[in-house]
Protein backbone atom coordinates (compact mmCIF):
# COMPACT_ATOMS: atom_id res chain seq x y z
CA UNK A 1 0.00 0.00 0.00
CA UNK A 2 0.63 3.15 -0.76
CA UNK A 3 2.35 5.21 2.27
CA UNK A 4 -0.29 7.59 3.58
CA UNK A 5 -3.01 6.07 1.32
CA UNK A 6 -6.45 5.61 2.75
CA UNK A 7 -7.28 1.85 3.02
CA UNK A 8 -10.41 0.97 0.66
CA UNK A 9 -11.81 -2.31 -0.22
CA UNK A 10 -12.41 -2.78 -3.95
CA UNK A 11 -11.24 -0.14 -6.40
CA UNK A 12 -14.36 2.09 -6.20
CA UNK A 13 -12.84 4.35 -3.45
CA UNK A 14 -16.13 4.08 -1.65
CA UNK A 15 -16.05 3.51 1.86
CA UNK A 16 -17.29 -0.52 3.70
CA UNK A 17 -20.28 1.87 4.92
CA UNK A 18 -21.13 3.26 1.23
CA UNK A 19 -20.78 0.36 -0.33
CA UNK A 20 -23.05 -1.43 2.55
CA UNK A 21 -25.51 0.96 1.39
CA UNK A 22 -25.33 0.93 -2.22
CA UNK A 23 -28.83 1.22 -4.42
CA UNK A 24 -29.07 -1.98 -6.27
CA UNK A 25 -30.33 -2.70 -9.86
CA UNK A 26 -31.52 -6.71 -9.43
CA UNK A 27 -32.20 -8.25 -12.80
CA UNK A 28 -33.37 -12.02 -12.54
CA UNK A 29 -33.71 -13.97 -15.55
CA UNK A 30 -33.47 -17.09 -17.33
CA UNK A 31 -35.57 -19.89 -18.43
CA UNK A 32 -35.88 -21.61 -15.22
CA UNK A 33 -38.64 -20.82 -12.35
CA UNK A 34 -38.33 -18.46 -9.24
CA UNK A 35 -37.28 -14.87 -11.12
CA UNK A 36 -40.30 -13.75 -9.86
CA UNK A 37 -40.95 -15.65 -7.35
CA UNK A 38 -37.45 -14.65 -5.74
CA UNK A 39 -37.97 -10.73 -6.78
CA UNK A 40 -41.09 -10.94 -4.10
CA UNK A 41 -39.48 -13.03 -2.07
CA UNK A 42 -36.83 -9.41 -1.69
CA UNK A 43 -39.87 -7.62 -1.40
CA UNK A 44 -40.56 -9.22 2.44
CA UNK A 45 -36.71 -8.33 3.46
CA UNK A 46 -37.90 -4.64 2.01
CA UNK A 47 -41.04 -5.02 3.97
CA UNK A 48 -39.38 -5.81 7.08
CA UNK A 49 -37.17 -2.83 6.48
CA UNK A 50 -40.12 -0.37 6.43
CA UNK A 51 -39.47 0.26 3.08
CA UNK A 52 -42.35 1.64 0.93
CA UNK A 53 -42.53 -0.95 -2.39
CA UNK A 54 -43.84 -0.71 -5.55
CA UNK A 55 -44.81 -4.06 -7.82
CA UNK A 56 -45.66 -3.15 -11.20
CA UNK A 57 -46.56 -6.53 -13.26
CA UNK A 58 -46.25 -5.96 -17.03
CA UNK A 59 -47.82 -9.32 -17.49
CA UNK A 60 -51.52 -9.83 -19.02
CA UNK A 61 -52.83 -13.17 -17.34
CA UNK A 62 -54.91 -11.73 -14.24
CA UNK A 63 -54.74 -15.57 -13.03
CA UNK A 64 -50.36 -15.71 -12.21
CA UNK A 65 -49.06 -14.45 -9.11
CA UNK A 66 -52.57 -14.15 -7.45
CA UNK A 67 -51.03 -15.57 -4.43
CA UNK A 68 -48.18 -12.89 -4.01
CA UNK A 69 -50.27 -10.49 -4.28
CA UNK A 70 -52.91 -11.54 -1.70
CA UNK A 71 -49.97 -11.70 0.82
CA UNK A 72 -47.98 -8.69 0.13
CA UNK A 73 -51.59 -6.97 0.40
CA UNK A 74 -52.11 -8.69 3.70
CA UNK A 75 -48.21 -7.27 4.98
CA UNK A 76 -49.86 -3.93 3.34
CA UNK A 77 -52.54 -4.07 5.44
CA UNK A 78 -50.69 -4.77 8.57
CA UNK A 79 -48.31 -2.24 7.66
CA UNK A 80 -51.59 0.43 7.86
CA UNK A 81 -52.72 -0.88 11.00
CA UNK A 82 -49.95 -1.79 13.13
CA UNK A 83 -46.97 0.18 11.98
CA UNK A 84 -44.71 -2.77 11.55
CA UNK A 85 -43.09 -2.93 8.43
CA UNK A 86 -43.62 -1.06 5.24
CA UNK A 87 -46.75 0.01 2.87
CA UNK A 88 -46.65 -2.16 0.03
CA UNK A 89 -48.57 -1.43 -3.57
CA UNK A 90 -49.43 -3.72 -6.37
CA UNK A 91 -50.04 -2.22 -9.76
CA UNK A 92 -50.55 -4.32 -12.61
CA UNK A 93 -50.82 -3.53 -16.61
CA UNK A 94 -53.31 -6.53 -17.17
CA UNK A 95 -56.95 -5.23 -16.08
CA UNK A 96 -55.58 -0.99 -16.95
CA UNK A 97 -52.64 0.03 -14.32
CA UNK A 98 -54.67 1.93 -11.51
CA UNK A 99 -53.55 5.02 -11.66
CA UNK A 100 -54.87 5.41 -15.17
CA UNK A 101 -58.09 6.54 -16.25
CA UNK A 102 -57.75 5.45 -19.41
CA UNK A 103 -60.12 3.55 -20.93
CA UNK A 104 -59.14 0.26 -23.08
CA UNK A 105 -56.00 0.93 -22.52
CA UNK A 106 -55.21 -2.35 -21.66
CA UNK A 107 -56.19 -3.86 -25.41
CA UNK A 108 -53.08 -2.27 -26.62
CA UNK A 109 -50.28 -3.46 -24.74
CA UNK A 110 -47.60 -1.04 -26.00
CA UNK A 111 -48.92 1.97 -24.99
CA UNK A 112 -49.99 -0.05 -21.94
CA UNK A 113 -46.23 -0.60 -21.18
CA UNK A 114 -45.12 2.81 -22.28
CA UNK A 115 -47.66 4.30 -19.37
CA UNK A 116 -46.68 1.80 -17.04
CA UNK A 117 -43.04 2.83 -17.49
CA UNK A 118 -43.68 6.77 -17.37
CA UNK A 119 -45.44 6.65 -14.19
CA UNK A 120 -42.22 4.59 -12.74
CA UNK A 121 -39.87 7.34 -13.94
CA UNK A 122 -42.03 9.96 -11.89
CA UNK A 123 -41.83 8.19 -9.18
CA UNK A 124 -38.25 7.07 -9.32
CA UNK A 125 -37.68 11.03 -9.93
CA UNK A 126 -40.15 11.49 -6.91
CA UNK A 127 -37.75 8.68 -4.87
CA UNK A 128 -41.22 7.29 -4.15
CA UNK A 129 -40.49 3.53 -3.55
CA UNK A 130 -37.27 2.01 -1.59
CA UNK A 131 -37.77 -0.63 -3.71
CA UNK A 132 -39.23 -1.39 -6.92
CA UNK A 133 -40.33 -4.54 -8.74
CA UNK A 134 -40.85 -4.53 -12.12
CA UNK A 135 -42.33 -7.86 -12.97
CA UNK A 136 -41.44 -9.31 -16.76
CA UNK A 137 -40.49 -5.66 -17.55
CA UNK A 138 -37.26 -7.31 -19.98
CA UNK A 139 -40.03 -8.35 -22.63
CA UNK A 140 -40.79 -4.68 -22.56
CA UNK A 141 -37.50 -4.10 -23.93
CA UNK A 142 -36.85 -6.94 -25.82
CA UNK A 143 -39.90 -6.07 -27.85
CA UNK A 144 -39.15 -2.62 -28.54
CA UNK A 145 -42.28 -1.39 -26.40
CA UNK A 146 -40.04 1.41 -24.06
CA UNK A 147 -36.36 2.25 -25.28
CA UNK A 148 -33.53 0.64 -23.71
CA UNK A 149 -31.55 3.57 -23.38
CA UNK A 150 -34.02 5.73 -21.69
CA UNK A 151 -34.48 2.98 -18.94
CA UNK A 152 -30.72 2.74 -18.60
CA UNK A 153 -30.45 6.49 -18.38
CA UNK A 154 -33.11 6.56 -15.47
CA UNK A 155 -31.53 4.21 -13.65
CA UNK A 156 -28.27 5.52 -13.69
CA UNK A 157 -29.51 9.01 -13.01
CA UNK A 158 -32.21 8.21 -10.12
CA UNK A 159 -31.36 9.66 -6.80
CA UNK A 160 -31.24 8.31 -3.34
CA UNK A 161 -31.62 5.38 -1.64
CA UNK A 162 -33.92 3.31 -4.24
CA UNK A 163 -33.72 -0.47 -5.10
CA UNK A 164 -34.97 -1.89 -8.62
CA UNK A 165 -35.33 -5.75 -9.62
CA UNK A 166 -36.44 -6.82 -12.85
CA UNK A 167 -37.64 -9.86 -13.63
CA UNK A 168 -37.70 -11.72 -17.15
CA UNK A 169 -36.15 -13.93 -19.44
CA UNK A 170 -33.73 -12.46 -22.42
CA UNK A 171 -33.01 -9.30 -20.98
CA UNK A 172 -31.15 -6.51 -23.07
CA UNK A 173 -27.49 -6.49 -22.73
CA UNK A 174 -27.40 -3.13 -21.82
CA UNK A 175 -30.00 -3.91 -18.94
CA UNK A 176 -27.28 -6.60 -18.08
CA UNK A 177 -24.83 -4.08 -18.29
CA UNK A 178 -25.67 -1.59 -15.84
CA UNK A 179 -26.94 -4.65 -13.76
CA UNK A 180 -25.51 -4.57 -9.96
CA UNK A 181 -26.44 -7.74 -9.51
CA UNK A 182 -27.73 -10.52 -11.97
CA UNK A 183 -29.07 -13.73 -11.59
CA UNK A 184 -30.29 -16.27 -14.37
CA UNK A 185 -32.56 -19.03 -13.27
CA UNK A 186 -31.66 -22.49 -15.46
CA UNK A 187 -34.37 -25.31 -15.18
CA UNK A 188 -32.72 -28.66 -14.27
CA UNK A 189 -35.45 -30.82 -14.18
CA UNK A 190 -39.80 -29.77 -14.44
CA UNK A 191 -42.81 -31.02 -13.92
CA UNK A 192 -44.18 -30.15 -17.16
CA UNK A 193 -41.34 -32.13 -19.26
CA UNK A 194 -43.73 -35.04 -17.75
CA UNK A 195 -46.95 -33.60 -19.05
CA UNK A 196 -47.33 -31.85 -15.49
CA UNK A 197 -49.86 -29.31 -15.16
CA UNK A 198 -49.52 -25.72 -13.72
CA UNK A 199 -51.07 -26.17 -10.01
CA UNK A 200 -52.22 -23.68 -7.46
CA UNK A 201 -50.01 -22.55 -4.68
CA UNK A 202 -47.32 -23.48 -7.33
CA UNK A 203 -47.35 -21.58 -10.16
CA UNK A 204 -49.73 -18.62 -8.56
CA UNK B 1 -53.68 -43.49 -30.88
CA UNK B 2 -54.67 -46.89 -30.39
CA UNK B 3 -58.50 -47.39 -30.88
CA UNK B 4 -60.61 -47.42 -27.50
CA UNK B 5 -57.76 -46.02 -25.68
CA UNK B 6 -58.39 -43.10 -23.45
CA UNK B 7 -56.58 -40.04 -24.07
CA UNK B 8 -54.02 -38.96 -21.44
CA UNK B 9 -51.17 -36.24 -21.58
CA UNK B 10 -48.05 -37.36 -21.22
CA UNK B 11 -47.09 -40.82 -20.53
CA UNK B 12 -47.69 -41.47 -16.56
CA UNK B 13 -51.13 -42.59 -16.92
CA UNK B 14 -52.32 -39.59 -14.77
CA UNK B 15 -55.48 -37.74 -15.54
CA UNK B 16 -55.19 -33.44 -16.09
CA UNK B 17 -56.39 -32.81 -12.50
CA UNK B 18 -54.22 -35.36 -10.98
CA UNK B 19 -51.35 -34.11 -12.82
CA UNK B 20 -52.44 -30.52 -11.95
CA UNK B 21 -52.58 -31.71 -7.66
CA UNK B 22 -48.89 -33.70 -7.58
CA UNK B 23 -47.07 -33.03 -4.34
CA UNK B 24 -43.69 -31.66 -5.30
CA UNK B 25 -40.27 -31.86 -4.91
CA UNK B 26 -38.75 -28.83 -5.38
CA UNK B 27 -34.86 -28.24 -5.07
CA UNK B 28 -33.60 -24.52 -5.91
CA UNK B 29 -29.58 -25.00 -5.86
CA UNK B 30 -26.65 -22.84 -7.52
CA UNK B 31 -24.09 -20.62 -6.57
CA UNK B 32 -26.50 -17.86 -7.38
CA UNK B 33 -28.97 -15.80 -5.15
CA UNK B 34 -32.71 -16.13 -4.70
CA UNK B 35 -32.50 -20.22 -3.78
CA UNK B 36 -33.76 -19.57 -0.36
CA UNK B 37 -36.07 -16.30 -1.13
CA UNK B 38 -37.86 -18.40 -3.95
CA UNK B 39 -38.72 -20.40 -1.68
CA UNK B 40 -40.17 -17.80 0.28
CA UNK B 41 -41.81 -16.36 -2.36
CA UNK B 42 -43.25 -20.03 -2.92
CA UNK B 43 -44.63 -19.64 0.65
CA UNK B 44 -46.47 -16.41 0.11
CA UNK B 45 -48.53 -18.65 -2.73
CA UNK B 46 -49.47 -21.41 -0.29
CA UNK B 47 -50.45 -19.24 2.18
CA UNK B 48 -52.71 -17.33 0.18
CA UNK B 49 -53.79 -21.01 -1.07
CA UNK B 50 -54.68 -21.66 3.03
CA UNK B 51 -51.94 -24.31 3.27
CA UNK B 52 -50.35 -24.95 6.54
CA UNK B 53 -46.47 -24.06 6.10
CA UNK B 54 -43.37 -24.81 8.13
CA UNK B 55 -39.98 -23.49 7.40
CA UNK B 56 -36.85 -25.46 8.52
CA UNK B 57 -33.76 -23.24 8.52
CA UNK B 58 -30.66 -25.25 8.96
CA UNK B 59 -28.07 -22.29 9.27
CA UNK B 60 -26.42 -21.49 11.66
CA UNK B 61 -26.50 -17.72 11.82
CA UNK B 62 -29.29 -15.86 13.08
CA UNK B 63 -28.93 -12.55 10.83
CA UNK B 64 -30.00 -14.28 7.64
CA UNK B 65 -33.75 -14.05 6.70
CA UNK B 66 -34.90 -12.34 9.79
CA UNK B 67 -36.93 -10.14 6.99
CA UNK B 68 -38.48 -13.30 5.51
CA UNK B 69 -39.62 -14.91 8.80
CA UNK B 70 -40.34 -11.24 10.16
CA UNK B 71 -43.04 -10.94 7.39
CA UNK B 72 -43.99 -14.60 7.39
CA UNK B 73 -45.02 -14.46 11.22
CA UNK B 74 -47.09 -11.19 10.45
CA UNK B 75 -48.77 -13.36 7.46
CA UNK B 76 -49.24 -16.33 9.72
CA UNK B 77 -50.69 -13.37 12.50
CA UNK B 78 -52.88 -12.40 9.95
CA UNK B 79 -54.49 -16.24 9.13
CA UNK B 80 -55.06 -16.69 13.28
CA UNK B 81 -56.76 -12.88 13.83
CA UNK B 82 -59.25 -12.99 10.11
CA UNK B 83 -58.72 -16.20 8.86
CA UNK B 84 -57.14 -15.23 5.46
CA UNK B 85 -54.24 -17.63 4.43
CA UNK B 86 -52.73 -20.37 6.28
CA UNK B 87 -50.97 -20.66 9.27
CA UNK B 88 -47.15 -20.51 8.98
CA UNK B 89 -44.27 -21.86 11.43
CA UNK B 90 -40.53 -21.04 11.49
CA UNK B 91 -38.09 -23.12 13.22
CA UNK B 92 -34.39 -22.75 12.98
CA UNK B 93 -32.21 -24.72 14.16
CA UNK B 94 -29.15 -21.78 15.25
CA UNK B 95 -30.65 -21.13 18.51
CA UNK B 96 -31.79 -24.48 18.89
CA UNK B 97 -35.40 -26.00 17.95
CA UNK B 98 -38.32 -24.17 18.82
CA UNK B 99 -40.20 -28.01 19.74
CA UNK B 100 -36.85 -29.49 21.25
CA UNK B 101 -35.62 -28.96 25.04
CA UNK B 102 -32.06 -30.25 24.92
CA UNK B 103 -29.92 -27.47 25.90
CA UNK B 104 -26.81 -26.97 23.72
CA UNK B 105 -27.60 -29.30 20.95
CA UNK B 106 -26.55 -26.14 19.01
CA UNK B 107 -23.15 -27.13 19.99
CA UNK B 108 -23.50 -30.14 17.82
CA UNK B 109 -24.58 -29.33 14.28
CA UNK B 110 -24.86 -32.58 13.07
CA UNK B 111 -26.67 -33.57 15.94
CA UNK B 112 -28.77 -30.78 15.70
CA UNK B 113 -29.29 -31.15 12.31
CA UNK B 114 -30.35 -35.08 12.44
CA UNK B 115 -32.94 -33.53 15.17
CA UNK B 116 -34.69 -31.58 12.74
CA UNK B 117 -34.80 -34.23 10.22
CA UNK B 118 -36.30 -36.30 12.81
CA UNK B 119 -39.15 -33.91 13.33
CA UNK B 120 -39.53 -33.00 9.46
CA UNK B 121 -39.53 -36.64 9.13
CA UNK B 122 -42.63 -37.06 11.89
CA UNK B 123 -44.26 -34.31 10.49
CA UNK B 124 -44.59 -36.01 6.65
CA UNK B 125 -45.75 -39.02 8.16
CA UNK B 126 -48.84 -36.93 9.97
CA UNK B 127 -49.23 -35.10 6.97
CA UNK B 128 -48.88 -31.69 9.25
CA UNK B 129 -48.13 -29.13 6.59
CA UNK B 130 -48.73 -28.67 2.85
CA UNK B 131 -45.60 -26.83 2.39
CA UNK B 132 -42.01 -27.67 3.86
CA UNK B 133 -39.32 -25.47 2.86
CA UNK B 134 -36.08 -27.04 4.11
CA UNK B 135 -33.73 -23.62 4.16
CA UNK B 136 -29.86 -24.87 3.32
CA UNK B 137 -31.01 -28.43 4.07
CA UNK B 138 -28.65 -30.37 0.98
CA UNK B 139 -25.53 -28.92 3.43
CA UNK B 140 -26.74 -31.40 6.08
CA UNK B 141 -27.21 -34.11 2.97
CA UNK B 142 -23.31 -32.97 1.68
CA UNK B 143 -21.76 -33.23 4.89
CA UNK B 144 -23.45 -36.73 5.95
CA UNK B 145 -25.07 -35.31 9.26
CA UNK B 146 -28.02 -36.72 7.69
CA UNK B 147 -28.15 -40.30 5.45
CA UNK B 148 -29.64 -38.99 1.71
CA UNK B 149 -30.90 -42.73 1.33
CA UNK B 150 -33.46 -42.29 4.26
CA UNK B 151 -34.58 -38.99 2.58
CA UNK B 152 -35.15 -40.26 -0.32
CA UNK B 153 -37.20 -42.66 0.64
CA UNK B 154 -39.14 -40.79 3.11
CA UNK B 155 -39.67 -38.17 0.46
CA UNK B 156 -41.02 -40.93 -1.76
CA UNK B 157 -43.16 -42.65 0.44
CA UNK B 158 -44.80 -39.16 1.87
CA UNK B 159 -48.91 -39.69 1.87
CA UNK B 160 -50.87 -37.06 1.17
CA UNK B 161 -50.58 -33.64 0.05
CA UNK B 162 -47.51 -32.51 0.88
CA UNK B 163 -45.16 -29.55 -0.94
CA UNK B 164 -41.10 -29.95 0.10
CA UNK B 165 -38.67 -27.61 -1.22
CA UNK B 166 -35.27 -27.92 -0.29
CA UNK B 167 -32.21 -24.80 -1.19
CA UNK B 168 -28.94 -24.73 -1.04
CA UNK B 169 -25.61 -25.42 -2.94
CA UNK B 170 -24.47 -28.67 -4.62
CA UNK B 171 -27.51 -30.75 -4.02
CA UNK B 172 -26.71 -34.52 -3.68
CA UNK B 173 -27.32 -36.12 -7.22
CA UNK B 174 -29.94 -38.64 -5.48
CA UNK B 175 -31.96 -35.55 -4.19
CA UNK B 176 -31.98 -34.29 -7.74
CA UNK B 177 -33.00 -37.24 -9.14
CA UNK B 178 -35.81 -37.41 -7.76
CA UNK B 179 -36.74 -33.65 -7.96
CA UNK B 180 -39.94 -32.69 -9.32
CA UNK B 181 -38.73 -29.04 -10.17
CA UNK B 182 -34.94 -28.21 -10.09
CA UNK B 183 -33.97 -25.21 -10.54
CA UNK B 184 -30.09 -23.60 -10.38
CA UNK B 185 -29.64 -19.93 -9.50
CA UNK B 186 -26.26 -18.77 -11.34
CA UNK B 187 -24.79 -15.44 -10.74
CA UNK B 188 -24.38 -13.42 -13.84
CA UNK B 189 -22.92 -10.39 -11.87
CA UNK B 190 -23.04 -9.62 -8.44
CA UNK B 191 -21.73 -6.03 -6.36
CA UNK B 192 -19.24 -8.43 -3.91
CA UNK B 193 -17.50 -9.00 -7.19
CA UNK B 194 -16.98 -5.09 -6.78
CA UNK B 195 -16.41 -4.92 -3.13
CA UNK B 196 -20.25 -4.29 -2.19
CA UNK B 197 -21.11 -5.36 1.23
CA UNK B 198 -23.93 -7.18 2.09
CA UNK B 199 -27.06 -4.87 3.26
CA UNK B 200 -30.09 -4.69 4.89
CA UNK B 201 -33.19 -5.38 3.23
CA UNK B 202 -31.16 -6.89 -0.17
CA UNK B 203 -29.42 -9.79 1.57
CA UNK B 204 -31.77 -10.48 5.07
Known amino acids: MVQGQTPVEGNDGLTT ?10 VHSGA ?16 NQGWSIGVFQFVK ?11 LEALDRVHRETGEGGPIEWHKMGS ?16 AAREGWAEIKRRLQQQTHGLYV ?12 VDVDDVVRTLNERNGFQHVV ?7 PKLLEIADLATEMTKIAHPF ?3 QKGQKGIEW
Chains 1, 2 share one sequence.
Not at 98 to 111: I, P, T, V
Not at 166 to 172: F, L, N, S, W
Request: net charge positive; no cysteine.
Open 32 to 47: GKGKSTAAFGLALRGW
Open 166 to 172: ITGRDPH
Open 134 to 145: LDEFTYVLKWGW
Open 96 to 111: GWSWSRKAGSEDDHAA
Open 61 to 71: SAKWRIGEQAA
Open 17 to 26: RQRRNRPLVI
Open 193 to 195: DQG
